[in-house]
């Protein structure tokens, strides 16, 4: 089948990966455990290309971002990490769908990287688990933009039909962190709605109750100070009209971040 085949939702902390963490990512093992569970879900419904969008990578105030260039690179030295560099040749067929899909829908969709991209934390860190679960499958990078969640839904919706008209299986990787105010000390300070956030979005994912999610008050988002909400609603989007089985893996946040793994199985036939 043609089209989206999986999606998941992944957190992206630098720490997460054993080279940077040095010991503290044991607290976040939960979190370990289910990426090491998503990888194999992964690969188990075959997908031919896979889409990821992170909140970190170049972005446009005002439109969607995608690579077209041939590949992308990038490592985790910057974070301490001695990974080897990861490299991905993109999917420009899917790219070109993409595209016209979004300007049909009068979405505004740029370049990111034309002639190269330097891949993100937002990619890296959950590629360290996801690696083996896409092989060496083509990679198409996306970041959102500042519009508004509805439009990021439709832009979700565009990226399906872009699946389908390329004819590929197609999984969605949706990096982000939740809220960044969960205790005090957290990085982004504290804030009690960050909690509640983290638990109406996270009851919502378990539910699939995407209206919850797009009708989420503003005020509660702006005060979670998340990183993640967009990246999720694009996937959401391109999930439009499928039957999908949702699957929270796991849901934890001992530095006062947010981190929710979470698979959205997608029922072929």
Same mark, same amino acid.
């Given at each position: 089948?043609?089209?989206?085949?999986?999606?998941c939702?992944v957190?992206?902390?630098?720490?997460?990966?054993?080279?940077?963490?040095?010991?503290?990512?044991?607290?976040?093992?939960?979190?370990?455990?289910?990426?090491?569970?998503l990888?194999?879900?992964?690969?188990?419904?075959?997908?031919?290309?896979?889409?990821i969008?992170?909140?970190?990578?170049?972005?446009?105030?005002?439109?969607?971002?995608?690579?077209?260039?041939?590949?992308?690179?990038?490592?985790?030295?910057?974070?301490?990490?001695?990974?080897?560099?990861?490299?991905?040749?993109?999917d420009?067929?899917?790219?070109?769908?993409?595209?016209?899909?979004?300007?049909? @829908?009068?979405?505004p969709?740029?370049?990111? &990287?034309?002639?190269?991209?330097?891949?993100?934390?937002?990619?890296?860190?959950p590629?360290?688990?996801?690696?083996?679960?896409?092989?060496?499958?083509?990679?198409?990078?996306?970041?959102?933009?500042?519009?508004?969640?509805?439009?990021h839904?439709?832009?979700g919706?565009? *990226?399906?039909?872009?699946?389908?008209?390329?004819?590929?299986?197609?999984?969605i990787?949706?990096?982000?962190?939740?809220?960044?105010?969960?205790?005090p000390?957290?990085?982004? &300070?504290?804030?009690?709605?960050?909690?509640?956030?983290?638990?109406?979005?996270?009851s919502?994912?378990?539910?699939?109750?995407?209206?919850?999610?797009?009708?989420?008050?503003?005020?509660?988002?702006?005060?979670a100070?998340?990183?993640? *909400?967009?990246?999720?609603?694009? *996937?959401?989007?391109?999930?439009?009209?499928? @039957?999908?089985?949702?699957e929270?893996?796991?849901?934890?946040?001992?530095?006062?971040?947010?981190?929710?793994?979470?698979?959205?199985?997608?029922?072929?036939?």
């Amino acid at each position: 089948m043609a089209g989206i085949v999986f999606g998941c939702i992944v957190p992206h902390p630098p720490l997460m990966v054993p080279d940077i963490g040095r010991g503290n990512e044991r607290e976040i093992i939960a979190t370990i455990r289910a990426m090491e569970r998503l990888a194999k879900e992964l690969a188990s419904h075959q997908p031919e290309t896979a889409v990821i969008i992170s909140p970190h990578g170049a972005s446009h105030y005002n439109a969607m971002g995608v690579v077209t260039a041939t590949s992308s690179t990038g490592n985790l030295s910057n974070w301490g990490a001695r990974e080897p560099d990861y490299h991905f040749e993109n999917d420009l067929e899917l790219v070109a769908a993409l595209q016209e899909e979004a300007k049909a @829908s009068h979405i505004p969709l740029r370049s990111i &990287g034309e002639k190269g991209y330097d891949l993100d934390w937002g990619v890296l860190v959950p590629m360290h688990y996801l690696i083996e679960g896409i092989g060496g499958i083509p990679l198409v990078p996306l970041t959102f933009c500042w519009l508004p969640l509805a439009t990021h839904f439709a832009f979700g919706q565009a *990226l399906g039909r872009a699946a389908k008209r390329a004819g590929r299986r197609v999984a969605i990787i949706a990096s982000g962190d939740l809220s960044h105010r969960l205790t005090p000390g957290a990085p982004a &300070g504290y804030d009690p709605m960050g909690k509640l956030f983290d638990e109406k979005l996270t009851s919502a994912i378990a539910s699939y109750d995407t209206e919850a999610i797009l009708n989420l008050d503003e005020g509660l988002i702006e005060h979670a100070g998340e990183c993640g *909400l967009r990246s999720i609603v694009i *996937l959401l989007g391109a999930l439009d009209g499928l @039957s999908v089985k949702p699957e929270v893996l796991s849901y934890e946040g001992p530095f006062g971040v947010g981190y929710l793994v979470a698979a959205l199985k997608v029922e072929e036939g």
